[in-house]
T-cell receptor, first 114, second 110 residues
Framework: EAQVTQNPRYLITVTGKKLTVTCSQN?????MSWYRQDPGLGLRQIYY???????DKGDVPEGYKVSRKEKRNFPLILESPSPNQTSLYFC?????????????FGPGTRLTVT | AQRVTQPEKLLSVFKGAPVELKCNYS??????LFWYVQYSRQRLQLLLR?????SIKGFTADLNKGETSFHLKKPFAQEEDSAMYYC????????????WGAGTKLIIKP
C-alpha cells in the first residue's frame, strides 16, 4: 500500500532529551515536508526537502533538524526538546516540489514535552 | 506576507442545508489554491484544487481573484461531511510551499 508512515505515533518525553521522529514513504516521491499543527494556527511548515540531500527551512525551523540521505526517509530531530515543541507533527510527501502536486500525509505524531 | 485566512473556526449546519466554508488569501500574483480535509481518525488528504475545476464529493470551490477568495461550497450537506477543512495556497514566491489557513471544523447535525 502506498503511504507515508511515521514513528512513533505518540511520545511523551522530558525537556532536553534528544529524540527523532521517523518518516518514510514508499511512493518514490522527491518532495517531503514536516509540519506542526497547533490549535488555532493550522499547519506550519518546519522543514522541507525537494530531493535527496536538499533540505530547506520552513516557517518554524528553530529547535529542529532534518536530514535526507535517502529518498524514502526524512527524519525530524529534536536535539533538545522544550515544552513549546509540544505539538502534533505531520510528515508529507509529493511526487515533485511542494504545492503543485497533491501532498500525501502521514498519520501524525503527538509529542508532549514536559 | 502571503496569508490564508479561514474566518470560521467552527461551522455547524443541519443535514441537507447548504454549506459554505470561507477562505480568503493575500497574494498579488496568481496562486494555486487547495482544500484539504481531515475526517475523524483519518489522514489529512486533498479534497480539491482550483486548477482542476472539479467537484469532489459534491463540493466545489471557485477562485475569485477580485475578492481573493476560494470558498468551498456544497448545496446539500451530508453527515459524512463532518470534518476539519483546511484551505492552502501555493505560489512561485514561496518556492511552491503550501501556506495553510487555521482550518474550519465543520459539524453536520442530523
Amino acid at each position: 500500500e502506498a503511504q507515508v508512515t511515521q514513528n512513533p505515533r505518540y511520545l511523551i518525553t522530558v525537556t532536553g532529551k534528544k529524540l527523532t521522529v521517523t518518516c518514510s514513504q514508499n511512493m518514490n516521491h522527491e518532495y517531503m515536508s514536516w509540519y506542526r499543527q497547533d490549535p488555532g494556527l493550522g499547519l506550519r511548515q518546519i522543514y522541507y526537502s525537494m530531493n535527496v540531500e536538499v533540505t530547506d527551512k520552513g516557517d518554524v525551523p528553530e529547535g529542529y533538524k532534518v536530514s535526507r540521505k535517502e529518498k524514502r526517509n526524512f527524519p525530524l530531530i529534536l536535539e533538545s526538546p522544550s515544552p513549546n515543541q509540544t505539538s502534533l507533527y505531520f510528515c508529507a510527501s509529493s511526487p515533485r516540489a511542494g504545492g503543485l502536486y497533491e501532498q500525501y500525509f502521514g498519520p501524525g505524531t503527538r509529542l508532549t514535552v514536559t | 506576507a502571503q496569508r490564508v485566512t479561514q474566518p470560521e473556526k467552527l461551522l455547524s449546519v443541519f443535514k441537507g442545508a447548504p454549506v459554505e466554508l470561507k477562505c480568503n488569501y493575500s497574494y498579488s500574483g496568481s496562486p494555486e489554491l487547495f482544500w484539504y480535509v481531515q475526517y475523524s481518525r483519518q489522514r489529512l488528504q486533498l479534497l480539491l484544487r482550483h486548477i482542476s475545476r472539479e467537484s469532489i464529493k459534491g463540493f466545489t470551490a471557485d477562485l475569485n481573484k477580485g475578492e481573493t477568495s476560494f470558498h468551498l461550497k456544497k448545496p446539500f450537506a451530508q453527515e459524512e461531511d463532518s470534518a476539519m477543512y483546511y484551505c492552502a495556497l501555493s505560489h512561485t514566491d514561496s518556492n511552491y510551499q503550501l501556506i495553510w489557513g487555521a482550518g474550519t471544523k465543520l459539524i453536520i447535525k442530523p
